[in-house]
């Protein structure tokens, strides 16, 4: 089911291509941040990161796994919000910062109290909210705005989701494949290094001996994710942390965006007939994109995702 007008070029016709060359290549300038830290109902913090230009709307972006409110396609997407006249928060999950957080549990797929936080501290001060995730952070902006749509704020007119791995267990089965393993060995390495952290700190809960046998997210999250946050596995944590089961509860305008050539996505990531049967959802495929890559080339330096969420936001604020 490909629904979508995005065209790629043709060296960007390959999903992994797509997926590793804006990591590669891209750089997004000019975006100046003031950090504002804030505290958690459980006594941590969570790092927000402002781009404010006197706007009446507030576009809040929630990044992917292991990323940050640097990274360029969260600064792209801010860029993108600030041309349009829309203020924008780019929030960090725990630990993600640049400064380990003070509790053992750390960030997951699950973690909508943090992200409700972040809504409630910054909506009141803004008549229209646009909630924006990528891949984890559109899977935890999904799953907020299902499983907790009484809470949501009214202020939050819409969202916007790119390459969401709406249902964990396929996500990671995708991932488990061999040629994946480029991808699995970096998230890996990337999250051993806040285990190493979480043991200087908590060296009775946390131990990383062995860990060089992990070789796949049911490793990583049978050992680590389930037991620090909750869970009876990983496969327990997937099926509570996806946001595909809740879909057909969230009642504002959602956009969904995924690609079919996306390396990290399969099966039950690709929610048709959920989205279907919610007149509140846009289901949009491509048929190019690779994982949260939608490359486009124009003088303004802006991808066809910053495009599509500024068209997706212009149709539901009027």
Request: charge should be positive; include cysteine.
């Amino acid at each position: 089911m490909i629904n979508s007008d995005y065209k790629a070029s043709w060296p960007l016709r390959n999903g992994h291509v797509h997926s590793i060359y804006p990591t590669l290549f891209r750089k997004v300038a000019n975006i100046v941040y003031q950090r504002e830290r804030i505290d958690t109902p459980d006594r941590d913090f969570l790092d927000l990161d402002w781009s404010v230009i006197g706007g009446d709307s507030l576009a809040i972006i929630s990044h992917g796994l292991e990323g940050h409110s640097h990274r360029a396609y969260v600064k792209g997407m801010v860029r993108a919000m600030n041309q349009e006249g829309i203020d924008a928060l780019a929030w960090n999950y725990r630990g993600c910062s640049g400064e380990p957080n003070r509790l053992l549990r750390l960030y997951h797929n699950g973690a909508i109290d943090d992200l409700h936080t972040v809504v409630t501290h910054a909506a009141s001060s803004y008549s229209k909210v646009f909630l924006i995730g990528f891949s984890m952070g559109g899977n935890m902006t999904l799953l907020y705005l299902g499983k907790q749509t009484l809470a949501v704020p009214e202020s939050v007119k819409g969202s916007i989701a790119f390459s969401v791995p709406c249902d964990l267990t396929d996500a990671s089965i995708a991932l488990e494949r061999k040629e994946n393993t480029l991808y699995m060995k970096r998230f890996l390495r990337l999250l051993h290094e806040k285990i190493k952290v979480k043991k200087v700190h908590f060296p009775q809960d946390i131990d990383d001996q062995n860990y060089r046998q992990l070789k796949t997210f049911r490793d990583f999250d049978g050992k680590y994710t389930a037991p620090m946050h909750g869970f009876a596995s990983a496969e327990d944590y997937w099926e509570k942390c996806s946001c595909r089961p809740w879909l057909g509860r969230i009642k504002v305008p959602a956009l969904i965006v995924n690609s079919m050539d996306d390396p990290f996505l399969e099966g039950g990531c690709y929610p048709v007939a959920e989205c279907a049967n919610n007149p509140n959802i846009i289901l949009e495929i491509t048929r190019y994109g690779g994982h949260v890559g939608f490359v486009a080339h124009n003088r303004k330096g802006c991808y066809w995702s910053e495009e599509r969420a500024v068209k997706f936001i212009k149709s539901v604020r009027t």
